[in-house]
């Protein structure tokens, strides 16, 4: 015999997926247990892609990445309880990046609320704002299965996480949805026969009506792509004529406008201090530059909304539009005015490689005497003289330890489009961010909210959907600092059964969280104080974390050992120390 349980859990696990969800993250627990039985099913019949993890906490966050890589929702099951609870920091970030997620949480049925059962707490409503649409679903009671009524509910879930209603209107923004299902004794039966797949994927209306901008040179106009911005922001600064400023997880840092050294340009009176009009597509965080700049008199801000929840607006008076479609008519490219277009664009693009370039050689002469090959003159020396003398240089070059700008150099370097980069928050996105010239490799990062948690299971996640729906997908590596890595350690349990990621974990190991050193109070504050409240310290060994959750370990001290371990081949999950000074 079957019970209503598992019959309804069939039910709805066959419309998620009829509705076009395919990956679904659970963690064990009772309440929950037909949900995680029936998805099980689903994955033998290759119907859904299920992955298992035992914190809830991990489970939500590789949600969120197998999400961001694939752009489907992606379900996530839980129990009841502080199950749910655990759930909340990836949620939060999902809300405010704009990443399309389904939580199924399992709940005791009305009769058993507010009446001190055990693991019972009030589940519906728990995320409060950060999830725009909420069902609490009454447990199902003996009797067929009202299966147009599920298929409606599951797909006004997966419709309401793409931000849209079931209907393709648009709705609001991408983001986490909550179904919560109580479930009555008996909980599930071992009896299991799956529903006929009717796929009929969900699919959202593109946006309408893009708000057409008109343009010139008057005013000077610099376009802003902050986090997930996408190739758009690239092509209207080309068709705008603009210089663009693109934030390391843009996904527009490339092309002909792209402007390098951006702080130091914004903070001159001769380049921020002329911008007139800034055009703002994705999430900038980064710098301080670009919410001063917006916040500016006499600085007309036009935003493109993103996908996560809150337009990004610091001036609070900005213009908010769906999209910009550039008034060529009106534009003066391949007007009379395309001379003073190309001179403004021309000038940031050129000053800023200079920057970029001068910052280089200061660097490398700081690293040691002779290191730029100028510091000695090589009057009277023959060829082969100096071809012996540059040869040694450079290996020695390789022999040096590893600085940041190294290491984010490095790890751009040996990065391609097929693969796929993951940046944790704090100092080391920053690095990149400042110094890594244009190229079209896949970043991201939690920019929603810039937590150092759950970093390795987002990373985990876009590497499973990655390696899974892209024959042609390469390897994908996270940069975490050392606080960030501890922080999520948990991730790094891959249970038995579980597919290995071809991932990795690249860590910047200074020791604890160098980037409070830069705060303004660290010049005043008692250094001890310092060290204890806000770095942090801890002497963890890493390599015996990797050793006890089964991974590969490589220590990279030298620039030659990091070059290495970065395109070496490894069978499953590596983590890659680099060790760097505070
Ligand atoms: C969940 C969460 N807690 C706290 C913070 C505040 N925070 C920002 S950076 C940081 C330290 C990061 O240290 P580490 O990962 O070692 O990077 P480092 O700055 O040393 O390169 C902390 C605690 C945060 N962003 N998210
Ligand atoms: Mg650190």
């Not at 693991?119 to 999830?131: D, I, R």
Request: net charge negative; proline share 6%; no cysteine.
């Amino acid at each position: 015999m079957t019970s209503p349980s598992t019959e309804y859990a069939l039910s709805l696990l066959a419309s998620l997926a009829d509705a076009g969800v395919r990956d679904v993250v659970l963690s064990p627990g009772s309440r929950s247990q037909a949900l995680a039985l029936a998805a099980a099913e689903f994955e033998i019949a290759g119907r859904l892609s299920v992955h298992v993890r035992i914190d809830e906490r991990s489970g939500g966050f590789l949600a969120l990445g197998l999400a961001a890589e694939t752009g489907v929702p992606s379900v996530v099951i839980t129990t009841s309880g502080t199950a749910v609870a655990n759930l909340h920091p990836a949620v939060l970030e999902a809300h405010h990046s704009g990443v399309p997620m389904i939580v199924v949480s399992a709940d005791r049925p009305s009769e058993m609320r507010g009446i001190g059962s055990n693991q019972t707490t009030v589940q519906p409503g728990l995320f409060a704002s950060a999830v725009g649409w909420v069902r609490d679903v009454e447990a199902p009671r003996s009797g067929p299965v009202d299966h147009e009524a599920v298929r409606t509910l599951a797909r006004e879930a997966v419709a309401e996480a793409l931000g849209g209603d079931s209907h393709g209107a648009l709705g609001r923004s991408r983001g986490p949805v909550q179904l919560n299902v109580a479930f009555r004794e008996p909980l599930s039966s071992g009896e299991q026969s799956l529903p006929a797949a009717h796929p009929a994927p969900v699919e959202v209306a593109p946006l309408v009506a893009p708000s057409a901008l008109e343009v010139d040179v008057d005013p000077a106009t610099l376009v802003v792509a902050g986090h997930a911005a996408g190739p758009e922001a690239e092509a209207a600064a080309r068709a705008l004529g603009a210089p663009l400023v693109a934030e390391v997880s843009s996904g527009a840092r490339f092309g002909p406008h792209l402007v390098s050294s951006y702080r130091a340009l914004l903070d001159d009176a001769d380049f921020g201090g002329r911008v007139r009009r800034v055009v703002v597509f994705g999430h900038p965080t980064l710098s301080r530059q670009i919410p001063s700049l917006l916040t500016r008199g006499g600085v007309e801000v036009v935003v493109v909304r993103a996908a996560g929840a809150e337009a990004y607006d610091p001036g609070r008076s900005a213009r908010v539009v769906e999209a910009v479609e550039v008034d060529r008519a009106s534009s003066g490219v391949g007007s009379t005015d395309d001379a003073a277009h190309r001179t403004w664009v021309g000038r940031w693009v050129h000053t800023g490689r200079r920057l970029l370039e001068a910052e280089a050689e200061s660097e490398d002469a700081a690293d040691g005497p002779g290191a730029d090959g100028t510091a000695e003159g090589s009057a009277g020396r023959t060829e082969a003289a100096e071809q012996a003398e540059f040869l040694r240089r450079e290996v020695q070059l390789l022999r040096r330890p590893v600085t940041r700008r190294a290491l984010a150099e490095a790890l751009w370097r040996v990065s391609w489009p097929h693969d796929r980069l993951v940046l944790g928050a704090s100092r080391l996105i920053r690095e990149l961010d400042q110094i890594v010239p244009g190229k079209k490799i896949p970043v991201h990062a939690n920019r929603g909210l810039a937590g150092i948690d759950g970093t390795i299971a987002t990373a985990t996640g876009i590497a499973l959907a990655s390696q899974r729906d892209d024959p042609a997908a390469g390897t994908t590596r996270v940069l975490v600092g050392d606080l960030t890595l501890l922080h999520d350690v948990g991730s790094m349990l891959l249970g038995l059964g579980e597919t290995r990621p071809r991932l990795q974990v690249v860590v910047g190991n200074d020791g604890g969280g160098t980037i409070f050193d830069g705060l303004e109070v660290a010049a005043t504050a008692s250094p001890e104080a310092m060290t204890r409240v806000q770095f942090t310290p801890h002497e963890v060994d890493l390599s015996a974390l990797a050793v006890a959750y089964g991974w590969q370990y490589v220590e990279a001290a030298t620039r030659a050992e990091l070059d290495q371990a970065l395109v070496a081949r490894y069978d499953g999950p590596v983590l890659i120390e680099v060790p760097l000074s505070r």
